[in-house]
């Protein structure tokens, strides 16, 4: 599972003197360069940092750019997905997106719901912690009902409460154009994942960028928590049994 946080268009089109919303068109073809390259290596979950919750707060006419970027992604992407077997689920606060962009959102997710090669998973208004607000609301209400003891309350419990209940945690998380945060995206989710930042813009993150991050990766050892003798006599992690 790779998961991007897609920065540095405004700076890439500031530095070439072109509109803000110029740097996010730009991006878009990013976004379908790691798409393509995911399905074509096979990796299995794909999500996307797409729009934050905190980006409500933009100028109203770079938000309804982004807006009408993403409907028109999805509105030309669907056929592609499709003939890939490629599907797209969307976690965040998607009330608060128009209502255009959510009926197109919803159709595509509809129609390709059975696809099977790679999910792309799309967070739109999303903030990790009202993901982590919302569980543990949704967990009290079960309590409280008497679903649960709150003993029974454990990580795999959250877990599965959680927006991205049914997907595998990151293994590997990107961030372009040099930031060293996590900018309320996954929190709960990262414990062990592998960190990637590239000062490369994500306009200028394209196929041969996306091969060198997943390359790194590669040579990462992920320990867990245990130590290199315990990895080499393969005793396993504690989450696993
Ligand atoms: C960050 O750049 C990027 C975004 C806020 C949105 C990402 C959107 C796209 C890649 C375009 C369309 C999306 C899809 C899924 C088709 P920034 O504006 O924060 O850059 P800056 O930090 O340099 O100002």
Redesign the pocket.
Known sequence: HVAI??????????LRGKS?IE???R??A???AVVEMSRRLGIPYLS?????AE?WL?PKD?VSA?MS??E???TV?EPKMMRHGIRLLAIGDKDRLPSTVRCTLERTIEATKENKHLTVI?A?SYSGRSDIVRTVQEIAAKVKEGEYAPEDIDETLISAHTETGSLPDPDLLIRT?G?MRISNFFLWQIPYTELYVTPI???DFRDKEYLQALTEFQRRQRRFGRTDEQIAKNIPRADRS
């Open positions: 946080i897609m920065d540095g268009n405004g700076r890439w089109a500031k803000r740097g996010h068109r991006g878009r990013s976004v379908r996307l940092y797409a729009f934050s980006n933009r770079e982004l970027l993403l028109h992604y999805l992407e799309l739109l154009s930031e813009l994500w306009p």
